[in-house]
């Protein structure tokens, strides 16, 4: 499910794709970064003193959307060329 219209998802594909591999994988890293914070905040100010361990769990847990998982099963076995992809416009 997207919100992003293809249109808009293409447009915004080709933008990226002008960036050199290096300021994609920053932004990446970047994005990766900010939601580790979100996460680590949030399990802290549900639990103050919580330990390293439990924190790791938390963060593990909060990137494992299971829904997502399981969205994806049917097609973990088909060749990605032969999926549909919306924003790719195929």
């Given at each position: 499910m997207t919100d ?13 794709m002008?960036?050199t591999g290096?300021?994609r994988?920053?932004?990446g890293?970047?994005m990766?970064?900010t939601?580790?914070a979100f996460?680590e ?8 003193n919580?330990t ?17 998982i399981?969205?994806?099963a ?7 060329s032969?999926q ?7």
């Open positions: 992003t219209s293809s249109d808009t998802g293409i447009r915004y594909r080709a933008m990226l002008q960036w290096e300021e994988f920053i932004m890293c970047d990766r970064d939601f580790r996460i905040a949030s399990l802290r100010e549900h639990d103050p919580a390293a361990e439990t924190i790791r769990k938390g963060l593990f847990f909060a990137s494992t959307d299971m829904n997502s399981l969205r994806l049917p097609r973990l076995s088909q060749p990605l032969e549909r992809i919306p924003w790719l416009g195929r």
